[in-house]
Antibody
Framework: EVQLVESGGGLVQPGGSLRLSCAASGFSFSTYWMTWVRQAPGKGLEWVAN????????YYVDSVKGRFSISRDNAKNSLYLQMNSLRAEDTAVYYC???????????WGQGTMVTVSS | QSALTQPPSVSGSPGQSVTISCTGTSSDVGSYNRVSWYQQPPGTAPKLMIYEVSNRPSGVPDRFSGSKSGNTASLTISGLQAEDEADYYCSSYTSSSTRYVFGTGTKVTVL
């Protein structure tokens, strides 16, 4: 079964850090572009970061540049998002997703909630 | 990079057709045939419905179709069914540093 399972979300104070993980199974993870997408409560989807299959290219939305870092370990079939200097506006459900069809996210995890609050 | 523009809501009766527009710029929708559409029922993860403007992944009903003209892409749902009630988001590849951008989202209501 093709599956993505996120973990690592939770409650963190403003200025704090969290590391999200995403475990992949059932598909050839090492050949997929991977992505983190977030959705603030009651709001729309926002593309956060992308990473090339070999990790050599990474792209970020402007609002997280310099604070978030996307990485992957193909040997462990895992994707990560290191989030530093967290702000209230980073509060959202974070989904990991895979680009299996051309320029489209065809594999999604169930999401993990990140709440930034004092 | 600004979000692509979608109408906040559309509605239709069962069996009718509805069309959702997705307006971008010459930096995204207008320059690339890399538009995709996602369906998100309440409380669930998004699901891919259309990729590369008009292609359907395996398992997506042919009631769902996509098209593009200039800077605007469209998703049409024909023969609307109760199970189609959900939020729908478009997305496009973009020349900006983000590489991808989502639309603002459209709530489809089946009357």
């Amino acid at each position: 079964e093709v599956q993505l399972v996120e973990s690592g979300g939770g409650l963190v104070q403003p200025g704090g850090s969290l590391r999200l993980s995403c475990a992949a199974s059932g598909f050839s993870f090492s050949t997929y572009w991977m992505t983190w997408v977030r959705q603030a409560p009651g709001k729309g989807l926002e593309w956060v970061a992308n990473i090339k299959p070999d990790g050599s290219e990474r792209y970020y939305v402007d609002s997280v540049k310099g604070r978030f870092s996307i990485s992957r370990d193909n040997a462990k079939n895992s994707l990560y998002l290191q989030m530093n200097s967290l702000r209230a506006e980073d509060t959202a459900v974070y989904y990991c997703a895979g680009v299996g069809l051309p320029y489209a996210l065809d594999i999604w995890g169930q999401g993990t909630m990140v709440t930034v609050s004092s | 990079q600004s979000a692509l523009t979608q109408p906040p809501s559309v509605s239709g009766s069962p069996g009718q057709s509805v069309t959702i527009s997705c307006t971008g710029t010459s930096s995204d929708v207008g320059s690339y045939n890399r538009v995709s559409w996602y369906q998100q029922p309440p409380g669930t993860a998004p699901k891919l419905m259309i990729y590369e403007v008009s292609n359907r992944p395996s398992g997506v009903p042919d009631r769902f179709s996509g098209s593009k003209s200039g800077n605007t892409a469209s998703l049409t749902i024909s023969g609307l069914q109760a199970e189609d009630e959900a939020d729908y988001y478009c997305s496009s590849y973009t020349s900006s540093s983000t590489r991808y951008v989502f639309g603002t989202g459209t709530k489809v209501t089946v009357l």
